[in-house]
């Protein structure tokens, strides 16, 4: 994948979609979340057109307030998950970054919760609101627990879609890095409509 990755929500869809595209203009994966699903079930596709998945992610319980979702290939083998940390998410988004055997390889932080905290009320501001997108950009960053910071995804400013764009700030072996990505695209579903 050549970073930078654009990712980009597509707004008035019934179902949450997202298109991840590399700095070259190609197509990294296709996202679309199933609706009316007791848990959540996320499916990531290679295009738009679905005819490949690449993997799913799955929620381990129906309420998502302190859930795991974990990772899937194509195959069915785990490769890891990504867990919303409750009470410590209400003020400052906090998800943890494990593999397969469960072991806690990161943590996305949100760098700057007052911009989250002033998108989020000034989008609902009329008129205002509208262009709420170009004023405040929050940016998480996955952190390893020895300090690195392995990834940073950044809000940009939009109107007609959600954007965010997401760089890699250290080389990872393949795994890693889809399950970094996997990791940022869970949380950004389960964020976008928090600033």
């Known amino acids: 994948m050549n970073y930078p990755l654009d990712v980009r929500f597509k707004i008035l869809a019934l179902a949450p979609q997202i298109h991840v595209i590399d700095a070259t203009g190609e197509t990294v994966c296709y996202v679309k979340q199933k609706l009316f699903k007791l848990k959540e079930l996320v499916n990531?596709?290679?295009?738009?057109?679905?005819?490949?998945?690449?993997?799913?992610?799955?929620?381990?319980?129906?309420?998502d307030w302190s859930a795991s979702y974990h990772?899937?290939?194509?195959?069915?083998?785990?490769?890891?998950?990504?867990k919303r940390r409750g009470l410590r998410s209400m003020w400052k988004a906090h998800y943890e970054v494990y593999d397969e055997q469960e072991s806690h390889q990161g943590?996305?932080?949100?760098?700057?919760?007052?911009?989250?905290?002033?998108?989020?009320?000034l989008s609902e501001v009329p008129l205002l609101g509208a262009f709420s997108g170009y004023f405040f950009h929050p940016k998480y960053v996955l952190t390893t627990p020895h300090?690195?910071?392995?990834?940073?995804?950044?809000?940009?400013?939009?109107?007609?879609?959600?954007?965010?764009?997401?760089?890699?700030?250290?080389?990872?072996?393949?795994?890693?890095?889809?399950?970094?990505?996997?990791?940022?695209?869970?949380?950004?579903l389960l964020e976008r409509t928090r600033g």
């Open 44 to 63: 990531v596709f290679e295009d738009p057109s679905r005819q490949k998945k690449l993997c799913e992610i799955k929620a381990d319980r129906i309420i």
């Open 71 to 82: 990772f899937y290939d194509a195959n069915g083998e785990s490769f890891g998950s990504v």
């Open 107 to 121: 943590t996305i932080t949100e760098e700057n919760p007052m911009a989250k905290i002033a998108d989020a009320m």
């Open 147 to 188: 300090g690195q910071d392995i990834f940073r995804a950044t809000k940009r400013p939009s109107m007609f879609e959600s954007k965010y764009v997401i760089d890699k700030l250290v080389e990872l072996d393949p795994v890693e890095e889809l399950r970094g990505l996997m990791a940022y695209l869970m949380m950004l």
